[in-house]
Each structure stands twice: as structure tokens, then as C-alpha cells.
């Protein structure tokens, strides 16, 4: 505790917090690492240690893409889970998140638990268990953990990647040596959320949160994706990042996420193929009679999307690596339109009074006013929208969607240059 408190208190971590949160934060950043590290302190009378982080992450083009082993494009962003850790011997992961009842999990039992679905619990559980089957030596060990986080929930960035990469970043660097790569702790989350949560997520929230920056990905192999860095940066081309909670009840949207790939698994299926990927489009386009008496016209649209969108993400990347920021814009809007009429996942199925994101959609298109761009962000149904918006209208944009939305509802996003990482 001494140690790590004396290089905070030295500046020995600023380098570090700088990357990570930028200059204009860094004193709120140096506070937030001493409460931390006291809270550790308060809640299991021993030093932490390290320091952790991992970050939410952004959805930039590539909706619904990822589990059908397509390409994305994505960022992690300057808000995050925030975490003091430690070592210890009671076979025990115990892990006390600021202002929430302290969670314990027995390594002792590394198998999904009914009733522990849809739970922090469970990621645990599931990480732990994925570390343990890979050769980590978790055996008569533990963990304690005091966590605070600045990724708000339902906000689409991707909280719960954030902390499975987290746990995954600590166990690495605490009982592995850090052998597992970024891409690794990646898929061991994907694996958590799989088969421990019960969410059949992709693996593009995870990747993005665990390697940091702008990224491309591509999920032909998912054992082996292809990462490549993007540069990118928005104030330079005189745009701001904006997230926007719609408002919408955050209620469980699992059967919503869990419609779409069964419906474009029904499509690959009449090909005889797991996944839309690997499924020539022409081959789609030449039996679509049969597909929609086989799939249903819903199935059908969602796959006309796939089609299109996995293109696009590829298409973005290529703009923002020759610099071209309007076409990348002209893609975003595109892709946003795509979502919206063919994959439909903006209006929760049969709602009509309730249309939240849709009408967060429509005031932003009207606030923009042709310029930038504006799309679902993430899952969709009920949560965020995702906003390009020029620095001369931000100020404007902001008051006025939290006029209608409500105060704190736009939050302005960094991109975050680093992943999943040990600070100290």
C-alpha cells in the first residue's frame, strides 16, 4: 500500500494516467487512484498489489457483425473500471465494487450456477474457470479486488467487457506472469459472457476493451482475428465523440440479441453453414425465394444488412486510413440507416408507444442538420446513439439532446490510446 501510495504521491504513475485520461483529468485521476487504494485498504485490512484498468469501448462501424465472424471497427474510450488488487489464500475471488455488496466467488467451483445468469457473479465465475482450463495455476489461490467505474451502465460502452477484461488483466498479471495476450483475455471474456452470463455476445466489445485505440478487426478466424490499429483523431478533424442514453428501460434484451443470430443462423443454415461469413452473397441473393420460406423475411433483412455492413466496416477503416473524414461519415450514416430499416434493431419488437432510441435518432438528425452523423450504437433496442458531432455545434448539441433527454444524458467520449492494463 505505502508503495504504490508513494508513487502516486511522487508522480511515478502520471505517465501512465496521462495516456489514459488525458492532462485536463490528470489531477482528478491522481484522486481517484489514492480513494482506491484506500478503499482497498478499508475493505481487506492489507495493501493492494497493483493498480488496474480496463476501458469501455465504442462501437464504430460493424453492427451486428462480429458473431458472424465479420469485420468491426471500434475504440476504447477514456471511461473505465478502475480497479486495486491483491493476491490471497482463501480459494476465494472477493471483489467489492464502490457502493455495491461485496461479491465472493469459490475457484473451488468452476462450473456454470443456476440462478447466477445475467450476474457480475458469473463473469467472474466464467473468467476464473476459462483461466483454470487453459493451464493457469489457480489452485489454493485467490483474489481481492476494490473497484470503482466511470462506464455508466446501459450507456452501450460496453460495461461488462470492461470487466471482463478487467478480472482478466488481473489474474494474468497477478498468477500467469502476463503471458496471455490482449486478443487471449479477449476471448476468455467472450467465453464468460457465453457460457457462464447466457448473452451469445461476439467477441468485438471484449477485443476492443482488451487492445485499446482504434481497431479493425476481422473475425474470419475467431480462434486467430486480424487487429490493426487505426489512427485516428477527431479533434484534429474538428469532431467531437458523443454517446447518448435514449432514456429507454434497461431491461433484460438478451431474447432481443438472441433473435438476431438465430434468425441469421436460420439463413447460413439452409447453406449449410454456421455463420453468415462464409456464405457467398450471390449464392444468398440467388436463393432468396427458398431462404425467406426457410428463414423469414426478418431473418432475410438482417442478412442484407450483414452483407452491407460487413463491407462498410472495411470501407470506414480505408477512409480513415487515407483521411478521409467525410466519406467515413457518409459510411457511418449509412450504416446507422442500414440498422435501423434492415437488421431492425432500434425499436424493441412490437413496441409502438415506447420508441426511445428511434426518436434520440430523429432529434439528433434534426440538431446535425446534414453535417457529421448519427447511428445506433451497439446491441441497440433500447439503449445508446452514437454521434459524430462538429466542435463549433457541440456546445449546442449537448444542451439541447438534454433538453429532451434529460441532464447527463451526452456523454462527450475520449478515445483511449490503451487497453486492458496494469498501471503499478
Same mark, same amino acid.
Given at each position: ?72 471497427? =471500434? ?175 434497461? =431491461? ?41 420460406? =426457410? =428463414? ?129
Amino acid at each position: 500500500m505505502e508503495h504504490l501510495k508513494d508513487r502516486l504521491a511522487q508522480g511515478a504513475l502520471d505517465e501512465m494516467l496521462l495516456r489514459l485520461y488525458g492532462a485536463e483529468h490528470l489531477t482528478a485521476a491522481r484522486v481517484r487512484c489514492a480513494e482506491l487504494l484506500a478503499g482497498f485498504e478499508k475493505t481487506f485490512s492489507a495493501p493492494p498489489a497493483g493498480l488496474f484498468s480496463a476501458p469501455g469501448r465504442t462501437e464504430i462501424g460493424g453492427n451486428h457483425t462480429d458473431h458472424q465472424h465479420g469485420r468491426v471497427l =471500434a475504440a476504447s474510450v477514456d471511461m473505465d473500471i478502475l480497479a486495486a488488487a491483491a493476491p490471497n489464500q482463501s480459494g476465494m475471488i472477493r471483489v467489492q465494487s464502490q457502493g455495491y455488496p461485496l461479491m465472493v466467488v469459490d475457484l473451488a467451483v468452476l462450473t456454470p450456477q443456476a440462478g447466477e445468469e445475467n450476474t457480475s457473479p458469473a463473469l467472474i465465475r466464467g473468467v476464473a474457470a476459462r483461466f483454470a482450463a487453459l493451464g493457469c495455476p489457480l489452485q489454493g489461490v485467490g483474489m481481492d479486488v476494490y473497484m470503482t467505474s466511470t462506464v455508466p451502465g446501459g450507456s452501450g460502452l460496453s460495461s461488462s467487457a470492461a470487466f471482463e477484461v478487467l478480472i482478466g488483466t488481473m489474474l494474468n498479471e497477478l498468477f500467469w506472469q502476463g503471458s496471455r495476450t490482449a486478443v487471449e483475455l479477449a476471448q476468455i471474456g467472450q467465453y464468460a459472457e457465453n457460457v457462464f452470463f447466457g448473452k451469445p455476445c461476439g467477441l468485438m466489445d471484449q477485443t476492443a476493451s482488451a487492445v485499446g485505440g482504434v481497431v479493425a478487426i476481422d473475425f474470419a478466424d475467431t480462434d486467430r482475428p486480424m487487429v490493426e490499429g487505426i489512427g485516428l483523431d477527431l479533434r484534429a478533424e474538428g469532431y467531437a465523440l458523443c454517446i447518448l442514453d435514449s432514456g429507454a428501460d434497461h =431491461a433484460d434484451l438478451t431474447a432481443e440479441y438472441a433473435a438476431i443470430t438465430g434468425e441469421l443462423k436460420a439463413v447460413s443454415g439452409y447453406f449449410g453453414k454456421s455463420y453468415l461469413r462464409d456464405v457467398p452473397e450471390q449464392e444468398f441473393l440467388a436463393a432468396l425465394p427458398a431462404v425467406r420460406k =426457410a =428463414a423469414g423475411d426478418r431473418g432475410v433483412l438482417r442478412a442484407f444488412h450483414f452483407y452491407a455492413e460487413n463491407q462498410r466496416a472495411a470501407d470506414e477503416a480505408d477512409a480513415l486510413r487515407t483521411g478521409n473524414f467525410e466519406r467515413f461519415l457518409a459510411l457511418v450514416r449509412a450504416s446507422g440507416r442500414s440498422s435501423a430499416l434492415y437488421l431492425q434493431n432500434v425499436i424493441p419488437t412490437g413496441q409502438t408507444v415506447r420508441q426511445e432510441l428511434m426518436v434520440t435518432i430523429a432529434l439528433c438528425e434534426r440538431l446535425l442538420a446534414g453535417r457529421g452523423a448519427v447511428r445506433v450504437h451497439g446491441g441497440g433496442f433500447g439503449g445508446t446513439a452514437q454521434a459524430f458531432v462538429p466542435l463549433d455545434a457541440l456546445a449546442y448539441f449537448k444542451a439541447e439532446t438534454e433538453a429532451v433527454l434529460g441532464a447527463g444524458s451526452c456523454h462527450v467520449a475520449a478515445i483511449r490510446p490503451v487497453g486492458g492494463v496494469r498501471l503499478g
